[in-house]
């Protein structure tokens, strides 16, 4: 078991240092039959298994595009996917950066399920003349949002190289047996990447449909899913009053109980938007009762909390905050100092640099809320942005998403809203093509 937790908690701001305690011999019996696969919905827990989301010949395989797509000087990948896969993408691909490879590695370019006819024109024009990819990606492969979406770019991508050139460049991630997908890639012989039935759609951070698109960018998926291990067996294991997922779960259930039904998911660092934006998806989704749900908000803090100050700090609902913190930034810069004709007063700032300012925003962000508005803050502690600590990031979701819907009795893989949406969306497609709407 990993040592050193490399994502921390301070709960000093939000509870009483003694209140988890009596929620431990609660926790310690889910946490037992998440090992023993006892609790609901247990053929979906292979989120908690890292090795066994992918399959090694698609692992070996992952690594070969990567690379051939960079030596064939591919500018784009374009990810066809529901919200839901893309807010974990985007996640891990918005806090990766690495100077010395912004202007070789591919772009991604992301579609999801928005039929916005100005976006779709503004897509192709970008694209024309432009050397992609295209990586569709569907668990079920009947999304019908995404299979339009392909169809056209598809068609696109014909058009530059024709079937037999076009079809290099298409990369197909679903199911292994079923599916418009799953058909079309076999007729076509794309290239197929397998995602296994051991998990639902949000909780695919460690399949292919996450790992292509992250390899691309230049992110090492072998850290990556290493670092996600560890952080697995670290927080199925270690001693409760140190797990950082379980102390989050429990803190998030003991606001809850007194009332507090109003999250407010504070980032600091704009590449940190699309983390904040991942962190609401499933802490919202893994809870199905409305008695149980928090309500998320995100915030990017030091803006957001000026331009609309009165709905984070004069709301109708008890609220609290939870504040994400990278202890060692990507990159700093050091305030310059202006020697000539100097008249703004500033150059006392000069020995600070932008990150010495953007905790200090933090400190006083947080002292203002607390002191001022009573409002609990809840502060999460990431080290670094190391290939390795994506992986304890998503395993840090998965944990602390999934022990707080156990803790309410709720399934955290629940997907009936999602299927009766796209039931009636395939009915009215029926209708509009002028079939009947209940055939």
């Given amino acids: 078991m990993e040592n050193k937790q490399i994502i921390d908690i301070n709960l000093k701001k939000a509870i009483k240092e003694s209140a988890p305690n009596r929620y431990y011999e609660a926790v310690q019996k889910i946490l037992l ?38 030596s064939d000087g591919i500018e784009y990948l374009v990810i066809i996917a529901t919200q839901a896969i893309i807010n974990q993408i985007k996640a891990l691909a918005d806090l990766h950066f690495d100077l010395r490879k912004e202007n070789e590695s591919i772009k991604l370019v992301y579609v999801n399920e928005n039929f916005n006819s100005l976006e779709v024109a503004k897509l192709l024009i970008k694209l024309q003349n432009k050397k992609f990819a295209i990586n569709v990606i569907s668990q079920t492969g009947e999304c019908l949002e995404t299979l339009i979406m392909f169809r056209e770019l598809k068609n696109l991508l014909y058009k530059e190289l024709g079937k037999a050139g076009a079809s290099k460049y298409i990369y197909v991630t679903t199911n292994n047996n079923y599916g418009r997908l799953f058909n079309d890639a076999k007729i076509n012989q794309y290239t197929h990447l397998t995602i296994l039935d051991n998990t639902v759609e949000r909780f695919l951070s460690y399949s292919p449909a996450i790992l292509l698109p992250i390899a691309c960018i230049g992110i090492n998926i072998e850290k990556y899913l290493s670092g996600a ?7 199925l294991n270690a001693p409760l009053e140190k797990n950082s997922a379980v102390l989050y779960a429990i803190t998030r ?17 704009q590449n940190q938007e699309s983390l904040a934006k991942l962190w609401q998806m499933l802490f919202s989704e893994t809870i199905s009762s409305m008695n149980n ?3 998320i908000e995100t915030c990017l803090g030091g803006v957001d909390n000026k331009t609309l100050a009165s709905n984070y700090t004069n709301t109708p609902f008890k ?4 504040c ?19 008249t703004d007063g500033l150059n006392y700032l000069s020995n600070l640099t932008y990150n010495n300012l953007c905790n200090l925003v933090m400190e006083t962000f947080i002292e203002n809320h607390v002191n001022v508005y009573k409002i609990p803050n809840i502060q999460i502690m990431i080290d670094n942005y190391n290939d390795s600590t994506l992986g304890w990031i998503m395993s840090f979701l998965h944990h602390s998403s999934i022990l707080f819907a156990y803790l309410n009795e709720q399934n955290p893989f629940e997907r009936k809203p999602l299927e ?19 055939d």
């Fill in 319 to 322: 609220c609290f905050d939870t």
């Fill in 33 to 70: 039959d998440i090992k023993n696969s006892k609790v609901k919905n247990s053929n979906y827990l292979g989120v908690f298994n890292v090795f066994k989301n992918v399959k090694k010949s698609d692992y070996e395989k992952i690594q070969e595009i990567s690379s051939e797509l960079l």
């Fill in 420 to 438: 009766s949406y796209n039931f009636n969306l395939a009915k009215n497609f029926k209708e509009l093509l002028g079939g009947k709407k209940n």
């Fill in 324 to 342: 994400l913190k990278f202890q060692e930034p990507i990159m700093d810069c050091k305030i310059s100092q202006n020697n000539e004709n100097e």
């Fill in 229 to 235: 291990h560890k952080a697995n067996e670290f927080f």
């Fill in 253 to 269: 259930k003991i606001l809850h109980d007194n009332n507090f039904i109003f999250e407010n998911i504070c980032y600091f660092e």
């Fill in 293 to 295: 749900r928090i309500y």
